[in-house]
């Protein structure tokens, strides 16, 4: 179990603009308590709600969370059509608390395979928040990196064959601009709990230089205390992107 250490460095150093959560665990969380996975994706969701309110409260500018992946369909049908109710039944519940404290709603992935009933939910919730300031929270639904790296790929062939993009001018900014991600910075901080160690298939592009944080908690008991811990440490680690510290730089004039 997590335990909170005393720590008041979060609002002395910077915050990271974007923090991306891969919140893995629900199904552990419910049979280690003996109930259904759903119940476990259920607890899911109502933890989403804690640290979404927390993300405000911080002023974070983005949060990102993975909510169903492109390989998540091999699960069985069942738990597949209870985790594309979530969104249906966050939103039914959360979504005038998000829109009172000017939250705005994206989703990345493929929505055009999404069952109607969640595209209309989340496109409902997507179109009362456009106009909000504050957090962006963005569901990566139907989400997967692969497919999202193709789609761009083949965005960039059409484009090129329309005589709208020169492939010569193709470069890692004009890139970013075919991804699902274009309108945000690439995360600083990627966290997945349950204590898996890998991106299963998540902003793989975007990841390029996120700071990678791996919680043995399992999402739904991942706190806001624990949050808070992780991001004090994002503030201590030295992100060098190839370069050296400013001690290490040699004296050249
Ligand atoms: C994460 O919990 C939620 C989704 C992947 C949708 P899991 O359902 O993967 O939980 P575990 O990994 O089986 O414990
Ligand atoms: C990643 O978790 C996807 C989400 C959290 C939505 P999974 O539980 O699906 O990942 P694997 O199968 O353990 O890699
Ligand atoms: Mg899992």
Redesign the pocket.
């Given at each position: 179990m997590f335990k909170a250490t005393k720590d008041k460095s979060l609002t002395e150093r910077p915050l990271p603009e974007h923090i991306a959560i891969i919140?893995?665990?629900?199904?552990?969380?419910a049979k280690l308590r003996s109930m259904p996975?759903i119940k476990?994706?259920y607890e899911?969701m109502q933890n989403v709600k804690r640290i979404v309110r927390h993300a405000v409260d911080i002023k974070l500018k983005y949060l990102t969370l993975y909510?169903?992946?492109t390989e998540?369909w091999s699960r069985p049908k069942s738990e597949v059509n209870y985790?594309l109710k979530l969104p249906t039944d966050f939103l039914g519940s959360f979504l005038p608390e998000l829109i009172e404290k000017n939250v705005i709603v994206k989703t990345i992935g493929d929505f055009s395979a999404l069952p109607k009933h969640t595209r209309k939910a989340v496109q409902t919730a997507m179109d009362k928040t456009a106009d909000n300031t504050g957090l962006t929270l963005v569901f990566a639904l139907n989400y997967g990196g692969r497919d999202e790296l193709i789609g761009a790929v083949k965005e960039m062939i059409a484009d090129v064959q329309a005589g709208t993009l020169d492939r010569n001018s193709l470069n890692s900014s004009t890139f970013d601009d075919y991804l699902m991600t274009k309108d945000m910075p690439d995360p600083e901080m990627i966290i997945r709990t349950?204590g898996e160690y890998r991106l299963s298939n998540f902003l793989l592009w975007q990841a390029s230089y996120s700071e990678l944080f791996f919680s043995h908690t399992?999402?739904p008991e991942f706190s806001t205390e624990e949050l808070d811990e992780l991001i004090s440490q994002y503030q201590k680690r030295e992100r060098r992107f190839g370069g050296l510290n400013e001690e290490d730089e040699p004296d050249e004039d």
């Open positions: 919140m893995d665990g629900n199904g552990r969380y996975r476990g994706h899911g909510a169903f992946s998540n985790l349950s399992l999402w």
